[in-house]
């Protein structure tokens, strides 16, 4: 069974940093295809960044520069660091990772709430 927790949201100020985690069981981190989604009230569903089991990386438009997407092999953790925080980064952040297998993400965490004030 997969299960994915995230941790380390928050509230913060304008400008300030968070690291967030997510801590995988069931799946390797460094096998196929992991990423950090956020989902604002009354917004789509945005991917902020991804990682894939060669160490690529992307990032969305909105968080380049700002944001660095990184895993831990040892621990199978997956890590979200966000610098330079805007209050439009405010948002549920959710840990995703994907099968070779789906077309999709497959399986998700409960997300954690990450707030920024101006």
């Known amino acids: 069974q997969v299960q994915l927790v995230e941790s380390g949201g928050g509230s913060v100020q304008s400008g300030g940093s968070l690291r967030l985690s997510c801590a995988v069981s069931g799946y390797t981190v460094s096998s196929y295809c992991m990423a950090w989604f956020r989902q604002a009230p009354e917004k789509d569903r945005e991917r902020v960044a991804r990682?894939?089991?060669?160490?690529?990386?992307t990032y969305a438009d909105s968080v380049k520069g700002r944001f660095s997407i990184s895993r831990d092999n040892a621990k199978n953790a997956l890590y979200l660091k966000m610098n330079s925080l805007k209050p439009e980064d405010t948002a549920m952040y959710y840990c995703?990772?994907?099968?070779?297998?789906?077309?999709?993400?497959?399986?998700w965490g409960q997300g954690t709430q990450v707030t920024v004030s101006s």
């Open positions: 990682l894939l089991g060669s160490g690529a990386t």
């Open positions: 995703a990772a994907r099968s070779w297998w789906s077309s999709d993400y497959n399986y």
